[in-house]
């Protein structure tokens, strides 16, 4: 099993900056894309940036040049930093992880518990 534990989150003003932190722990024999999801009050959960094993990233257009993903493969972790926010990016976030745990088995998605960003206007 895979464990995927969120920090950094919390209340900012509008135009603030936060860093969001996920590390993974458990049996991980390898990490293919590390990501981050947000979940607003009454939204579905979106894919708000990935990053994959070839470090290429991506993000949905409503971030694009304001948060930065960014993984460290030796300590197993993804950070999300947050600059320019606003109060639509009032959400949980929650870490995701594609990750193997044995040579027979396949790889398979894992999600952390969540953390809560709020942007006040």
């Known amino acids: 099993q895979v464990q995927l534990v969120e920090s950094g989150g919390g209340l900012v003003q509008a135009g603030g900056s936060l860093r969001l932190s996920c590390a993974a722990s458990?049996?991980?024999?390898?990490?293919?894309?590390m990501a981050w999801y947000r979940q607003g009050p009454g939204m579905q959960r979106e894919l708000v940036a990935v990053v994959p094993s070839d470090g290429n990233t991506h993000y949905a257009d409503s971030v694009k040049g304001r948060f930065t993903i960014s993984r460290d493969n030796a300590k197993n972790m993804v950070f999300l930093q947050m600059n320019s926010l606003k109060p639509e990016d009032t959400a949980v976030y929650y870490c995701n992880a594609n990750a193997g745990t044995a040579r027979w088995a396949s790889p398979r998605d894992y999600w952390g518990q969540g953390t809560q960003v709020t942007v006040s206007s």
């Open positions: 458990g049996n991980i024999l390898s990490i293919n894309h």
